[in-house]
């Protein structure tokens, strides 16, 4: 599942082209017909293709959310999948609309908004294209312009799964720098881990961080230990305490705080039994920054 690929070999070997796959992601929500029209698309451009969905839950205009979601799920599945990621508050603007081929042999379909951030920084892409409009979009869809979901992306991420366009047809190729949007880097500066709150959990409302386990046990700390907590946004300190960095979650009382390393083996933070994002009021994204330091207490 963690395989890098060369360009060259992806070219050669087309994976997407033997998966035929195509995984929908988007903030569009299941109470009405927009994802079914998108798979709909898909289904008239191939019979053949199998459509997933990654999730269409994402909250309303995040781009920060799928971003993370992406990379969360993308390399689970098999090299040469092809993603559609739609969440896009400048639909219909000058924004451009890509199709990115990624080291890990897969095809994002997106806007080029900051929904490859993730992917970009932890993946890397080999090679990104401008989708042309004049030839990879759905037939007599010119006169929308606020559904490229279904009248662009899905229309093109089928085409390419289904061999109906190479990925090169897909348009002219760009430099590989997508649009980032910022992200606080893990690191240690001095006696402080510092990171980012890349998501939350969102049934459990647990923050999930960007500092790998790997960091934080080069940083000491141990299983037991209590650490000093600080969440920031922007500048204003929103989180400030003390707190023991746990196995699991009955290693505190319920409706305690507690530091605990999550399933993707980053640092986290929870509540046992309770939402920790809804108590202290914590965001996740650009300006949300956490920092870890040995306590005084012990």
Known sequence: MDRRFTLDELKNEKPW??????VFMSDFGLVDGAVSAMHGVADEVSQSLKLED???DIPQ????????????????????????SVVDPGVGSDRKS??????????????????????????????RREISEAVNRLKNSQRSYTFHGR??????????????????????????????????????????LIGAIDILDTRYGSLWTNIPDTLFSKFGAV?????????????????GYDLKFCRNFT???KGEPL?????????????????FSERYRIGTGEGWKIAFRKSQRG
Do not use: C
């Open 151 to 192: 009248d662009v992306y899905a229309y093109t991420g089928a085409r390419i799964a289904s061999g109906a366009i190479t990925f090169e047809e897909t348009g002219p190729l760009l430099d590989n720098n997508p649009v980032m949007l910022h992200v606080e880097d893990a690191r240690v500066e001095g006696d402080v």
């Open 17 to 22: 082209l033997k998966r035929g796959t195509l």
């Open 223 to 239: 299983h037991g230990d209590m650490l000093r907590v600080e969440i920031r946004h922007d500048d204003m300190t929103v989180f």
């Open 259 to 275: 530091i605990y390393i999550n399933s993707l083996l980053n640092v986290g933070i929870a509540i046992n039994q309770g939402d």
């Open 251 to 253: 290693e505190v009382d």
């Open 54 to 56: 990654l999730t269409h």
């Open 61 to 84: 205009f995040s781009i920060w959310e799928a971003s993370y979601r992406l990379i969360q799920a993308m390399t689970y599945w098999a090299p040469g999948t092809v993603f559609i």
């Open 98 to 127: 890509v199709a990115v081929l990624t080291a890990s042999g897969h095809i994002v379909v997106t806007p080029d908004n900051g929904t490859l951030t993730h992917v970009a920084r932890e993946i890397g892409i080999l090679e």
